[in-house]
């Protein structure tokens, strides 16, 4: 009877075991290195990556526990002034760090060592959001592919796969259960479990873990040419380092939210394109998310909001108040390319199931009480909503936008501290201003308007550039959860009367009563004299209160519109962030597998078990179709 053994010793594919007579033969199973590499390129979301100044110095590190969680509060709240967030968060002088914190414990049984993890990049990432995901997929992907308890026998149709991979393979032994798994996962196709061939296929491929944090504040378009150079260059190298007897096969892309805008403009890398073998994508903004024009008109969402612990802090680093989200957001081509495309369709409360073009909702009552409500986008959000400087409900308070002066080439002081006692405007008759002094602020504001301007074109030509960005073998998954509601819509709303007839009249109210709005004849001349809007004040106080537009109305109480800070319980079912509508655009018949699977919020996606096991099962069909 023959001894089963394992090798004592291994050197590349040579084992070294212990002989015996031939009277008592031994054998050997031994496992021989990959004959293919797959690297896997994950790609975080927005604010998912480390980014530090040109310099070095840290100035976006998610913190990564309590401790660096409270001090980052502390730190963004008490210290971190907008002018700061527009000098430090600068996409001109900053970059992605690799420095950040991986952190293994023995029970992760992760397979490779931090000096290998932080060569693939893994220092590039929030490791809290992320760290538990890449190491899910590099130990079972890799190195439990099979149960450490045998050796799998192919031979009699035994299925030794690991407990993850028992859950989707179809084998007598796995008690894999299609339609169980269909409830949990929701496929948006024919669904079936992974055959046994498929499993054993696996064998023949290693699927190192890549993680590959970018410069969210820049254009993606950037971000992605800058990927596919490290994946043609750091990653390669990496590869042929850890694998030397393995050819490279081709890359599998998967994606975090903004991470897939990335990757849609990054399948269309020339130096990549044809090394991509497929793409898996995770709770995707596919067309854009509302919510960025909300956080804009309130500063970042916290935990109350969205329920993402990220959120929680974010809320005071990145920005708690308009005034300190501005500087930063509505300067950044990367996070404004998050604003709803030009094919962004939401659904409203009247038909839940019939998609419309308009998520800019204005509400308000007319003299007799009537409701009018007014919808935007018509047809372009680009310009009726994103470049707008001059309506009410404005994307963008550009008092907020340049607090360092650095756009309009001016310098601002810092605000003085008030003094206790002091009497501020009692020193006399002004003086009337200097031509010369009028002629700079004009220009100097111009400037701002124009940066706003180019901000927005960058936006639309990159949303253009992907918006039907699919690559051919596309898997994703997202949440339609109503325990994480999400925005659709944005609402502005006003129980007050107003001097309103129409949809037009409330998109361009100005709190001029209408009589007073009307053309004149002059009785001398007989000329019109047309109506001097501009010069009322209608904007003075139009931003004084973050989540509130206040329009000065000339005769009578200012008009108050406040916006609805919480999402709509009916339409916006999501993850928290990111809502169904936008999130079920990559639902396109070219997508190879779509799941709609619940249980998490945006942030956490990646340390779901369920959303895991599904990027295992997609990346293991992709193999199979190559």
């Not at 409270?70 to 730190?75: E, I």
């Not at 031979?155 to 993850?164: A, Q, R, T, Y």
């Not at 393995?246 to 990054?266: C, N, P, Q, Y």
């Not at 004040?537 to 537009?549: M, T, V, Y």
């Amino acid at each position: 009877m023959a001894i089963e053994k394992t090798p004592i010793d291994s050197t590349g594919d040579k084992f070294k075991s212990v002989s015996t007579p031939s009277t008592n033969g031994t054998i050997c199973n031994a496992v021989i290195g990959p004959k293919f590499v797959v690297p896997i390129i994950f790609i975080p979301g927005i604010m998912g990556s480390n980014v530090e100044s040109l310099g070095g110095k840290k100035v976006w590190f998610p913190a990564n526990g309590a401790l660096s969680g409270l001090g980052s509060v502390a730190y963004g709240a008490l210290f971190r002034s907008a002018r700061d967030r527009q000098t430090e968060l600068d996409p001109e002088t900053t970059q992605v760090s690799y420095n950040g914190d991986i952190k293994f414990n023995k029970e992760d049984k992760v397979g490779i060592s931090e000096e290998v993890a932080r060569a693939r990049g893994w220092g590039s990432v929030w490791w809290k959001g992320y760290g538990p995901g890449l190491m899910f997929l590099e130990r079972y992907l890799n190195h439990e592919l099979i149960e450490a308890s045998g050796l799998p026998d192919f031979s009699n149709n035994s299925f030794k796969g690991s407990e993850p991979w028992k859950a989707f393979t179809a084998t007598n032994e796995s008690g894999a259960d299609a339609s169980s798994l269909t409830e949990i996962w929701n496929p948006a196709k024919a669904f079936e479990l992974l055959d046994l061939e498929g499993f054993e296929n696996l064998a023949d491929y290693a699927f190192p873990v890549f993680a590959e944090g970018y410069n969210w504040l820049q254009n993606n378009k950037e971000s992605a040419e800058k990927i596919a150079t490290r994946m043609n260059t750091v990653v390669k190298a990496q590869v042929a380092k850890e694998f030397p007897k393995a050819s490279f096969h081709k890359f599998i892309v998967v994606t975090h939210s903004m991470g897939g805008l990335v990757g849609r403009s990054l399948i269309n890398e020339p130096s990549v394109s044809s090394d991509i073998l497929g793409v898996v994508h995770g709770v995707m903004p596919a067309s854009g998310a509302p919510t960025v024009y909300k956080r804009l008109a309130t500063g970042w969402d916290g935990f109350k909001t969205t329920g993402a612990v990220l959120d929680a802090v974010a809320k005071y680093v990145f920005g708690a108040s308009a005034a300190k989200l501005i500087p930063v957001l509505a300067n950044s081509p990367g996070g404004m390319s998050l604003l709803p495309f030009t094919n962004f369709m939401t659904t409203n409360e009247s038909n839940p199931n019939t998609k419309i073009k308009p998520w800019l909702r204005l509400v308000a009552r007319n003299l007799n009480g009537d409701v009018i409500t007014a919808t935007l986008p018509k047809s372009d959000p680009y310009d009726e909503i994103y470049s707008d400087q001059t309506s009410w409900w404005q994307m963008v308070d550009m008092g907020k936008l340049d607090p360092t002066g650095a756009i309009r080439g001016i310098d601002v002081p810092e605000p003085p501290l008030p003094t206790t006692g002091s009497v501020v405007g009692l020193g006399g008759v002004p003086e009337a201003p200097d031509p010369d002094s009028l002629d700079a602020e004009n220009d100097a504001e111009l400037l701002l308007s124009n940066k706003l301007i180019n901000t927005i074109g960058v936006v639309q030509q990159f949303q253009d550039s992907i918006s039907n960005s699919y690559h051919a073998n596309t898997f994703a998954h997202y949440g339609r959860d109503p325990e994480h509601l999400a925005f659709n819509e944005v609402v502005w709303e006003t129980e007050q009367r107003i001097d309103i007839q129409n949809e037009n009249d409330l998109i361009n109210y100005t709190g001029i009563p209408k009589s007073n709005e009307e053309s004149t004849i002059d009785p001398v001349t007989g000329i019109q004299k047309m109506p001097t809007i501009n010069a009322y004040p209608w904007q003075s106080r139009l931003f004084e209160k973050d989540g509130e537009r206040r329009i000065l109305r000339r005769g009578a109480s200012d008009v108050v519109f406040k916006l609805n800070i919480k999402p709509n319980k009916v339409t916006g079912f999501g993850d928290g962030t990111v809502c169904h509508q936008s999130a079920e655009d990559v639902n396109r018949e070219s997508a190879k597998q779509v799941f709609v699977i619940n249980g998490y919020e945006h942030s956490a996606s990646y340390g779901n078990e369920e959303v895991l096991k599904s990027v295992l099962y997609s990346v293991a069909k992709l193999v199979n179709q190559a």
